[in-house]
């Protein structure tokens, strides 16, 4: 049955021939966390790796880092990013550094290069090395480590699944998926983060919650969540970047999105109260614009000013190097009840 299986999401056609196709699981729940529609297997475990951000920045907004550091909008949506290091990015993870009062040495996440390519080519013009704060999931890290300053928590093993402040996020994690913590699988991602793995519908329930913070029972938890959402909402250049889909979807401000790396995506829409995630099998992020058009169109999204420019970034078409049209992409799934 396809229900118990992946199934065919995109199609790529070169010269009109396939030449590649890509399959996953789509998941959207309703605001009680019942499936609502599918495509494939809507309780395929997946891993969350980056779209699990904004509920990793829970413990520390909840615990009031906000306040005791005097955060700004722009530094809490930094922490739930998945960001290029471009020159807005690092401003502000510059200032966060700074008022959090830790060492950049102290950030397990690798130094990297910025991801973003003009901001890349920039550094390596002028002679510049890599930095901590240059790895896309930096960000996360200063969210917590301001937390473990604040708290008096050891500050070197922060990471580790053990650490007081991991042990929150994973209970975060569990009460916003209504999934028993000990059923969150866990393994380590590439930033020396634990990542979690649990089933597709369990993320999109957490999703559902991140749009709809009513449905949270627990009130500081449901204030964090608010507090963290309207600053994806106010600065969505900062949780993505230039042209990225998570930063083209949240300039609408009924949207809450984030990606993870292996094509793991996660959105939710407020007013609809709808959460929705899907996972690309084969882990290609590629085709993230081109399947979020195909759900919001399926789900007879509003916003045609969205769908346009959902359109306009992520076209069909397929262009070769000197932007001439070679081929083009088919979204070929169908949502079911």
Not at 42 to 65: E, H, L, M, Y
Not at 261 to 270: E, H, T
Request: net charge negative; charged share 25%.
């Amino acid at each position: 049955m396809d229900s118990l299986r992946d199934t065919l999401l995109i199609e790529e056609y070169r010269g009109g021939i396939l030449e590649c196709s890509h399959r996953g699981y789509i998941c959207v729940v309703d605001e009680e966390g019942r499936i609502f529609k599918r495509a494939g297997d809507p309780n395929a475990q997946v891993f969350t790796r980056s779209a699990a951000k904004p509920i990793q920045a829970i413990p520390a907004i909840r615990a009031g880092i906000k306040e005791a550091y005097q955060l700004t909008e722009a530094e809490i949506a930094v922490m739930t990013a998945s960001h290029r290091a471009e020159n807005v990015h690092v401003d502000v993870l510059e200032s966060l550094l700074s008022k959090i009062g830790v060492e950049e040495e102290g950030l397990v996440c690798a130094p990297s290069l910025p991801l973003d390519r003009r901001s890349r080519e920039v550094l390596l013009r002028s002679g510049g090395d890599p930095r901590r704060l240059y790895h896309n999931c930096s960000g996360k890290h200063l969210g917590v480590l301001a937390y473990c300053k604040m708290k008096g928590f050891d500050l070197k093993n922060y990471h580790e699944p053990t650490h007081p402040v991991q042990q929150e996020i994973v209970e975060a994690l569990a009460s916003l998926a209504d999934i028993a913590a000990e059923d969150i699988g866990r393994g380590t991602d590439g930033c020396g983060f634990p990542v979690f793995a649990l089933p597709l519908s369990a993320l999109a329930t957490a999703y559902l919650k991140l749009a709809c913070p009513d449905l949270i029972k627990d009130a500081p938890t449901a204030e964090a969540v608010c507090k963290i959402t309207r600053a994806m909402n106010a600065r969505p250049e900062l949780v993505g970047g230039s042209g990225r889909i998570d930063s083209v979807l949240m300039e609408d401000d009924n949207i809450i999105a984030k990606g993870g790396f292996k094509g793991v995506y996660c959105f939710s829409l407020k007013r609809e109260r709808l959460g929705i995630a899907f996972k690309v099998s084969d882990g290609s992020e590629e085709e993230w614009g081109r399947i979020v058009f195909e759900i919001l169109q399926q789900l007879d999204y509003a916003n045609e000013e969205l769908l346009l420019k959902l359109q306009e970034q992520f076209p069909a078409r397929i262009l070769n190097d000197e932007g001439t049209r070679v081929g083009y992409t088919e979204t070929v799934f169908e949502l079911v009840d």
